[in-house]
């Protein structure tokens, strides 16, 4: 099963490489990984999509949290959450098609931020559904390339993830 | 006032209460070497090889469960420390190991002596860092020792640039700290102990299953108090020998690939297993999809990654050791309840008739030495209360099945990682810590070979240990391994062109001695053993076919036992 993993670690150099170790190291796959700081400086946060079975899932848990960088994590699977990704994709634009972008960067509301004489740069954020679908639909349109983000999560109402 | 980082560093490790050290000098810790210089509190121990000064310090740490300090030079001395840093993670060894690195300007250019050290240790340390402002330094000191030796101990590196030893910063080190990524268990769950409680007072068929973490964790008195309280049987694995007293009517001798009929006979037929400080370790369960088919487990240890990882467990207890025996001790006492024991009495006998197999009987021999015997007679001639470092291979199975460690901390050897050449180095440690006490180490010619230079140690410190070289002039296990499993084509495990171990150790200023027939072993064992200051190297020819017995073959289940 998929799992999002939302962590909470000290923003210090190399903790991001102990993950990516950690996973490594112990056969984990990892499917998407997007980490930033956060509003507290010292702290990083990271989003890590995974897939495994339920002991897998927790031995990797139980295994993160043993990092002694990671100061606390949140499996966002086991409650109501909110994922968002994000897409750049540049496209050949020329007359014959520039309607066709228009009209379906409208329908998914994706942004057209830049614009030459032959190409568009469309944005769009949502679930890897979305995006998945935005890109199916921008069809035959040529698409010169795409840039997409690991999932970002956060837990919805009360749970949250945080010191 | 202000102190250099070399200082400091100094100051810090007196401040921890560091009183050895083991390491080798190089150019960047130049600074450092002169700052020990100036000083007489703590004493540093020359090796001849850094992997020597990992496994010293390890030794030191297992024989005391104090934490162990190594201090090595950037490049090649970090690189040759890593064995014996994945030794020590995979052993749960508290350590701290300081490497050197070159100035920070330089970090990442290829500079001369310069590896990534925190990157190449980073799989095998419970934590490591690279200490870039000498600010810093003190705190992060504080904070290795801290992460060391709390909750599951680990080896921690703390890698520091040259200039940073140069640098100059007040002095302060903290008594305590905390860190809020990092927060290990103490105490179990209540309920989780009530639960256990149950399990423990319902058994019919139980078995005690302790490791390594009741000997780290200082549990073996509590474990002795709970095994008499409820009488049941118990079994150690290789790293938790001597957490239960060996020569108990209760213990039931190590467990696993080459540990007793009884014990692994009486985990597969269990219907309650207690698994204490011991972590299902493919050497101990056989064939997982066998492993104890009737069984409820019950697991206590500080590491929650180390519970349900291999094998599911019913009611997972995570704290340490120590508290929780006393937890589940309180808990019984409240209660007031006993198992069944007429069931307990049937179990007893099931394993009675288990031991009668007397599965580590070998055939004594008039002409060749069999290492058993040599063993044996140490066990004998050291009236079982020495510190027993041991190597890899036959001769550390026959340790562990022959000597019969009655206390905690007396057995040190190579477990997770199986490092051959741990053996002679660890025993530098422990002798270090031990000054007074008699120090072992039992050995093959294959593994002695690895870390042979130690010896000029040895010689320098003037340590007295008594190297037991089990001589079979093979890589016994790799020989017994291709006996069994490829129709004895012994492809590269004979042991050609060996030195002369007497001259050896006299070369390096030892006693040597060759015991080449059975009837000299025992004489030959009190001379050494008289000789309270002189290191004696006995290189005792064996038995070159003799075999580890029994054995679970690879792939086979606990009660799949190949007997003699
Ligand atoms: C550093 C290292 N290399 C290789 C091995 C694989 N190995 C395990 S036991 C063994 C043979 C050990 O021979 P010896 O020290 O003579 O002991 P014996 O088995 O003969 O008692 C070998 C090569 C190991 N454990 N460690």
């Known amino acids: 099963m998929r799992h999002i993993i939302s962590i909470l670690m000290e923003n210090e150099a190399g903790a991001l490489s102990r993950v990516a170790g950690l996973f490594s190291a112990r056969g984990y796959n990892i499917e998407s990984l997007s980490v930033a700081p956060t509003d507290d400086p010292s702290l990083s946060r990271m989003t890590l999509v995974t897939r495994g079975s339920q002991e897998i899932v927790e031995q990797i848990t139980k295994q993160l949290n043993k990092l002694i960088d990671v100061v606390k994590l949140l499996d966002l699977t086991e409650h109501k959450h909110i994922e968002r990704g994000m897409v750049l994709v540049k496209v050949q634009a020329d007359n014959s098609n520039r309607d066709h972008i228009k009209h379906m960067s409208d329908i998914f509301r994706a942004q057209i931020i830049d614009v030459t004489r032959t190409a568009y740069t469309i944005e769009l954020t949502g679930t890897g559904q979305k995006l998945d679908a935005f890109l199916d639909a921008l069809s035959p349109v040529p698409i010169i390339e795409v840039v997409r983000s690991g999932s970002m999560g956060i837990a919805s109402g009360e749970v949250s993830l945080k010191i | ?564």
């Open chain 2, 1 to 564: 006032m202000e102190l250099t980082g070399a200082e400091i560093f100094v100051r810090c490790l007196q401040d921890e209460g560091v009183e050895t050290i083991f390491g080798y000098p190089g150019g960047a810790v130049l600074h450092i070497y002169d700052a020990l210089y100036k000083q007489n509190e703590i004493a540093h121990v020359l090796v001849r090889h850094e992997q020597g000064a990992v496994h010293a310090a390890e030794g030191y740490a297992k024989s005391t469960n104090r934490t162990g300090v190594a201090l090595v030079t950037s490049g090649p001395g970090a690189t040759n420390a890593v064995t014996g840093i994945a030794d020590a993670y995979m052993d749960s060894v508290p350590l701290v190991v300081f490497t050197g690195q070159v100035p920070t300007a330089l970090i990442g250019n290829d500079a001369f002596q310069e590896v990534d050290t925190v990157g190449i240790t980073r799989p095998c340390v419970k934590h490591n860092f690279l200490v870039k402002d000498v600010k810093d330094l003190a705190m992060t000191i504080k904070k290795a020792f801290y992460i060391a030796s709390t909750g599951r101990p680990g080896p921690v590196v703390v890698d520091i640039p040259k200039d940073v030893t140069a640098d100059k910063a007040e002095y302060f080190y903290p008594d305590t700290v905390e860190l809020r990524s990092y927060r290990p268990t103490r105490s179990g769950h209540l309920r989780q102990i009530r639960r256990a409680v149950d399990l423990l007072l319902g058994a019919r068929k139980p078995v005690m299953y302790t490791g390594g973490g009741v000997v780290l964790g200082n549990g073996a008195s509590a474990l002795y108090e709970l095994t008499k309280r409820l009488n049941f049987p118990i079994t150690n694995t290789l790293m938790g020998l001597g957490g239960f007293p060996a020569t108990d009517p209760q213990f039931l001798g190590m467990l696993g690939m080459h540990g007793t009929y009884e014990a692994n006979m009486a985990m597969h037929y269990a219907d309650l297993v207690i698994a204490i400080g011991a972590r299902f370790d493919d050497r101990v369960t056989g064939n997982i999809e066998k492993f104890c088919p009737d069984a409820k487990i019950i697991h206590v240890d500080v590491d929650p990654a180390s519970i349900s990882k291999n094998v599911k467990v019913d009611v997972p207890i995570v704290g340490m050791v120590e508290p929780v025996l006393q937890s589940l001790l309180t808990e019984l006492e409240e209660r007031d309840e006993q198992p069944d024991a007429e069931a307990l009495k049937e179990w007893w006998a099931r394993i009675e008739d288990w031991r009668a197999h007397d599965c580590l009987h070998y055939e004594h021999n008039d002409e060749v030495i069999k290492p058993q015997f040599v063993v044996e007679t140490l066990y004998q001639v050291t009236a079982g209360d020495a510190y027993i470092t041991s190597d890899v291979g036959q001769h550390q199975m026959f340790a562990a099945q022959f000597y019969k460690f009655d206390k905690p901390l007396r057995w040190i050897n190579s477990g997770g990682l199986g490092t051959m050449g741990f053996g002679l180095p660890s025993a530098m440690g422990v002798q270090f810590a031990h000054p007074q006490d008699t120090v072992a180490c039992i050995t093959g010619e294959g593994s002695i070979q690895m870390n042979i230079q130690e010896l000029a140690t040895c010689r320098q410190y003037g340590l007295p240990i008594k190297v037991v070289n089990l001589n079979n002039r093979f890589l016994g296990m790799v020989r017994q391994w291709q006996e069994f499993f490829y129709s004895g084509r012994y492809a590269m495990s004979y042991m050609d062109s060996l030195p002369d171990f007497v001259k050896l150790a006299e070369a390096y200023g030892h006693v040597g001695m060759r015991i080449e027939k059975p009837g000299d072993v025992e004489p030959a064992l009190r001379e050494a053993f008289a000789m309270k200051d002189r290191l004696v190297f006995m290189d005792f020819l064996t038995d070159q076919q003799e075999n580890v017995y029994p054995m679970i073959p690879a792939g086979a289940g606990q009660n799949e036992m190949i007997l003699v």
